[in-house]
Structure formats: C-alpha cells, structure tokens
C-alpha cells in the first residue's frame, strides 16, 4: 500500500466493530495482512474463531473477561489496556501489518484504562503505508481531528432499548 489513512468508527449505534472487520476482511482477500487488538474484550466472540482461521489476519484481546462499566475501572484493567497498548505498538513497529486495528480503543480512552495523548501518539507514529483503525464510542474531537475518515453509526432503533433484547449469539457476540 502506498498511503494509509486514519479511521474511526464511532458513535452509539451498532456496527463499529462489524464495520472494522469488513474491512479486514476484504484487505485479507487481497493479500494484505491485517492485526486487530481488541481493547475492551478478554473473551469469547464468534469474531475470534472465524477470524482465526484467515493466516493473514492476526487477533489478539487486551481486555478482562467479562463486560466492565466505567465506574467498575480497576488498576488491573488499566495494566491490562496498558499492556495491549505497548504490545499494539511493538506490532506496529515491526511493519509486518498492512493494516492496524484498534478496536474498541475510544472506550478505553473514555474509561481512562489508555490516555488520549497515548493514542494520538500511535496515530502520528504509524507508517506511512500502513491503515489504521480506531472503532468505539465518544471518539474525542481531538481524536477525530488526527483521522483521515470518520464515519459515526447512529441509533435510530435497536431491540436492546426497545425490547430488551440482550446480546445473541453469532449476531452480537
């Protein structure tokens, strides 16, 4: 690839995530190899088994197993998103990856586990060649300002808040 961007999925409707593993996806199927670091997640999604089935598309969880809220914010997640962060950028500056994806990296920022000058670093640090992806909720202004494309997922209407439905399996998670 002769230039990467910057995106960011964002906003607080479905689809940030799905979004950014299209676009692995579609990168795998022309030969381009691609690192998803996952921020917020430390256990099972179908996205895993599927994924990990593709040699060219490398995944790795930084998060706790289960969902955490921000109020829930330990020092044990925060060495954990720590953690994922060095190790995102240690990937990053080996130059094996075409394309870089942070998923779930906004929250983190959110929660405080990953500060933003930390993120806007690994966005003015990333190779020229290289695509990289930011997904999660309340990108920042300061975040959106350092992308080359944004795009914002809005909730018209969802089953979780209009009937209750929680996470399906194969569908959610």
């Known amino acids: 690839m002769k230039k990467g961007y910057i995106h960011i999925y964002t906003g607080d409707g479905k689809g940030k995530t799905t979004a950014a593993l299209g676009l692995a996806l579609r990168a795998a199927g022309h030969g381009f190899s691609v690192y998803i670091g996952q921020f917020m997640k ?3 999604y179908g996205e895993l088994s599927s994924l990990g089935k593709i040699s060219n598309i490398t995944i790795q969880q930084f998060g706790d197993p289960g969902c955490i809220r921000k109020e829930e914010v330990t020092p ?6 720590q953690k994922g962060l060095k190790e995102f950028n240690a990937v990053m500056k080996k130059g094996l990856f075409d394309i870089l994806v942070m998923d779930e990296i906004c929250v983190a920022i959110w929660f405080g586990l990953i500060s ?3 993120v806007i670093d690994v966005m003015a640090s990333k190779p020229k060649n290289v695509e990289l992806v930011l997904t999660g909720r309340k990108a920042s202004k300061n975040l959106i300002h350092h992308a080359d494309l ?12 209009s009937l209750g439905i929680l996470a399906r399996k194969g569908i959610e998670n």
Do not use: N, R
Request: proline share 4%.
């Open 42 to 44: 430390g256990q099972f």
């Open 76 to 81: 044990k997640h925060i060495a954990h998103a």
């Open 116 to 118: 933003e000058p930390q």
């Open 150 to 161: 944004v795009t914002e997922m809005k909730d018209i209407k969802h089953y979780y808040t």
